[in-house]
């Protein structure tokens, strides 16, 4: 059974920095792209930031460029976002995902974590 579980939320500052970690177990994930998303109040569940697991090649959401990055642990199946200058607008639920796809475009996400609160005040 594919797990994954998020971790490292919290509140914080703007202008603050924050990591949130994601544990996934279950399977293999060296055919995965993992990603995490963002689900605000009000508003609709938004792509934030993706990896492939193999190769390592990453792809992020305009809103985020220069300040999220994200990696991953292979050794520890684990994938981490660090997230700078963060803005209240960044507030949100951050929800790690897996998926299978050829290009960002057409990734299918199966998997979904439980997600984590990130709450940014100005």
């Known amino acids: 059974q594919v797990r994954l579980v998020e971790s490292g939320g919290g509140s914080v500052q703007a202008g603050d920095s924050l990591r949130v970690i994601c544990a996934a177990s279950?399977?293999?994930?060296?055919?995965?792209?993992m990603g995490w998303f963002r689900e605000a109040p009000g508003k609709e569940r938004e792509f934030v930031a993706g990896?492939?697991?193999?190769?390592?090649?990453?792809n992020y959401a305009d809103s985020v460029k220069g300040r999220f990055e994200i990696s991953r642990d292979s050794a520890k199946n684990v994938i981490f976002l660090e997230m700078s200058g963060l803005t209240p607008e960044d507030t949100a639920v951050y929800y790690c995902?897996?998926?299978?796809?050829?290009?960002?475009?057409?990734?299918?996400?199966?998997?979904w974590g439980q997600g984590t609160q990130v709450t940014v005040s100005s």
């Open positions: 990896i492939t697991w193999l190769g390592g090649r990453t």
């Open positions: 995902a897996a998926g299978t796809g050829g290009t960002w475009q057409s990734i299918k996400w199966n998997f």
């Open positions: 279950g399977r293999t994930f060296s055919d995965s792209i």
